[in-house]
């Protein structure tokens, strides 16, 4: 219930944030840099795929109402990357043959295999943003190159918010 509490005030922090990063801070066309997606990333292994994009539709629309982008935008590439969440985690996260379902915790995957996840999640993710930003209006090339800074980016950062985040006294 401790860690709950904690991971809910770190996403509110987060959303306000990438608030202010979007109306006062230009880094570049190149750069989307995407905070609000660790909420999405933390939820609990057990959260099913519908209240998923629920929270992610939710997240999404306060980005959106907070930013100064396209609204709807964040919210449709959000809850695209949240619909693909749960065969993601499947895929990523250790069997746990001690809990009743099989499955671990988000507290039990480690930083490598947290970076493999965030990285999975922020492709898919930046993949619906972009493509529906750019919509044919802008040359491949500055996608591709917008996707893979934005993707370096935004790994590295999920990856340092999990470890600074993370109770490292339970491993």
Same mark, same amino acid.
């Given at each position: 219930?401790?860690?709950?509490?904690?991971?809910?005030?770190?996403?509110?922090?987060?959303?306000?944030?990438?608030?202010?990063?979007?109306?006062?801070?230009?880094?570049?066309?190149?750069?989307?840099?995407?905070?609000?997606?660790?909420?999405?990333?933390? @939820?609990?292994?057990?959260?099913? *795929?519908?209240? &998923?994009? =629920?929270?992610?539709? %939710?997240? $999404? /629309?306060? !980005?959106?109402?907070?930013?100064?982008?396209?609204?709807? @935008?964040?919210?449709?590439?959000? *809850?695209?990357? &949240?619909? =693909?969440?749960?065969? %993601?985690? $499947? /895929?990523? !996260?250790?069997?746990?043959?001690?809990?009743?379902?099989?499955?671990?915790?988000?507290?039990?995957?480690?930083?490598?295999?947290?970076?493999?996840?965030?990285?999975?999640?922020?492709?898919?993710?930046?993949?619906?943003?972009?493509?529906?930003?750019?919509?044919?209006?802008?040359?491949?090339?500055?996608?591709?190159?917008?996707?893979?800074?934005?993707?370096?980016?935004?790994?590295?950062?999920?990856?340092?918010l999990f470890a600074v985040s993370s109770d490292?006294?339970?491993?």
């Amino acid at each position: 219930m401790r860690s709950t509490w904690k991971y809910i005030i770190i996403s509110i922090l987060l959303i306000l944030a990438q608030g202010v990063l979007d109306n006062y801070v230009n880094l570049s066309i190149y750069l989307n840099i995407t905070l609000f997606v660790f909420p999405l990333l933390m @939820l609990p292994v057990r959260t099913g *795929t519908v209240p &998923a994009m =629920l929270a992610a539709f %939710i997240i $999404g /629309l306060v !980005v959106d109402i907070l930013g100064n982008g396209i609204p709807g @935008l964040t919210a449709a590439a959000l *809850t695209a990357a &949240a619909l =693909l969440r749960k065969t %993601i985690l $499947g /895929l990523i !996260v250790p069997k746990d043959p001690s809990s009743k379902d099989g499955k671990g915790s988000m507290e039990d995957l480690g930083i490598r295999q947290f970076a493999v996840y965030s990285a999975v999640m922020c492709l898919i993710f930046l993949l619906a943003y972009i493509l529906l930003d750019c919509a044919g209006f802008r040359p491949f090339w500055q996608c591709i190159l917008r996707l893979c800074a934005s993707l370096a980016v935004n790994t590295t950062l999920m990856t340092l918010l999990f470890a600074v985040s993370s109770d490292n006294r339970k491993r």
